[in-house]
Every structure is written in structure tokens, then in C-alpha cells.
């Protein structure tokens, strides 16, 4: 499973970068990828690119504030949860994903 998403909390440093590394490893070890995105108060970084967009099965946006570019995800099947779930269960969340995307 290819997935992509945004991670942003609402100060833009930690929480957003934990939930990212969270997604990315979590993913890695039941045998996906994971290419996330993060906005926080430096601006975006890893900005996902057109090509990663269409590629993806699903779009996990991990956020406690609200993103921008939500747009760009328009067709796609998208999971919004706040950062502290991500932080706690990353497998949890991405094996709930997986039984979904089967049905």
C-alpha cells in the first residue's frame, strides 16, 4: 500500500514530526510506504509532489489544526485523526486502514 498524508499539530514542531516519523517507520514494518508531508510554522516541508498524489492508495492526515492543500487529495480516500493518535497506535491506525481498504 502506497500511502501519503500531511502531519501538522498546532505549534508546528514536535508533535508534527513525531507523528511524521511515526507514520513513515510504522508503515516500513507491515511492509508499505509512507511519504508524509509537514506544515507547521516553518512553512511546508517534503511538500508531496503531483506524481506521489496519484500514486497513493490512501491519505493520512494526521492534524490538530487545519491543513492547506486539501484539495490536491480530491478523489483520493483520505483518514483525518489528530496527531496523538498517530503518536500513540501508528500500526493500529494502519492496519484499521488496510481492513478498510479491502472491503
Known amino acids: 500500500m502506497k500511502i501519503i498524508g500531511v502531519a501538522a499539530c498546532t505549534s508546528g514542531i514536535?508533535?508534527?514530526?513525531?507523528?511524521?516519523?511515526?507514520?513513515?517507520?510504522a508503515a516500513q514494518a507491515l511492509g508499505h510506504?509512507?511519504?508524509?508531508?509537514?506544515?507547521g510554522t516553518i512553512g511546508t516541508e517534503d511538500e508531496l509532489?503531483?506524481?506521489e498524489i496519484k500514486a497513493?492508495?490512501?491519505?493520512?492526515?494526521?492534524a490538530?489544526?487545519?491543513?492547506g492543500g486539501r484539495e490536491r487529495f480530491k478523489?483520493?480516500?483520505?483518514?483525518?485523526v489528530p496527531t496523538s493518535m498517530v503518536i500513540k497506535a501508528p500500526k493500529g491506525?494502519?492496519?484499521?486502514?488496510e481492513?478498510?481498504?479491502?472491503k
Open 14 to 25: 514536535a508533535h508534527t514530526y513525531i507523528a511524521k516519523e511515526k507514520i513513515v517507520k
Open 33 to 39: 510506504t509512507a511519504t508524509i508531508e509537514t506544515q
Open 49 to 51: 509532489t503531483p506524481e
Open 56 to 62: 497513493a492508495d490512501v491519505v493520512i492526515i494526521a
Open 64 to 67: 490538530d489544526i487545519k491543513i
Open 75 to 80: 478523489g483520493k480516500k483520505i483518514v483525518e
Open 93 to 97: 491506525l494502519i492496519k484499521k486502514i
Open 99 to 102: 481492513e478498510e481498504l479491502k
